[in-house]
Nanobody, 121 residues
Framework: QVQLVESGGGLVQAGGSLRLSCVAS????????EGWYRQAPGNQRELVAA???????NYADSVKGRFTISRDSAKNTVYLQMNSLKPEDAAVYYC???????????????WGKGTLVTVSS
């Protein structure tokens, strides 16, 4: 009923930039909070950045000043602009959205399947 699809991952040299996108589709009533998470091999999934429906943002300390989260509500899309990438940023990046669907209007968290970011030193 609701699907999230990430894109924009790839291989980049240290110091480079990537822009991730996550599009939600399906029977969507409203989208509340949105966020980007990442998981490197052997590590737990961690929050990278989040944005509320009101536009308030929150970042992990490790990415502050380098990453920017934004949203386009008309397109049901959330973005993550990643600049000055470091090898330690390499991970699978997942988006999560809290969405009320049109079936029962209950707010639920939905996850994408992830997009791989590789940073070469």
């Amino acid at each position: 009923q609701v699907q999230l699809v990430e894109s924009g991952g790839g291989l980049v040299q240290a110091g480079g930039s990537l822009r991730l996108s996550c599009v939600a589709s399906g029977r969507i009533f409203t989208i509340n909070n949105e966020g980007w998470y990442r998981q490197a091999p052997g590590n737990q999934r961690e929050l990278v950045a989040a944005i509320t429906s009101g536009g308030s943002t929150n970042y992990a300390d490790s990415v502050k000043g380098r990453f920017t989260i934004s949203r386009d509500s008309a397109k049901n899309t959330v973005y993550l602009q990643m600049n000055s990438l470091k090898p330690e940023d390499a991970a699978v990046y997942y988006c999560k959205m809290t969405i009320r669907n049109l079936l029962d209007y209950v707010a639920m968290d939905y996850w994408g399947k992830g997009t791989l970011v590789t940073v070469s030193s």
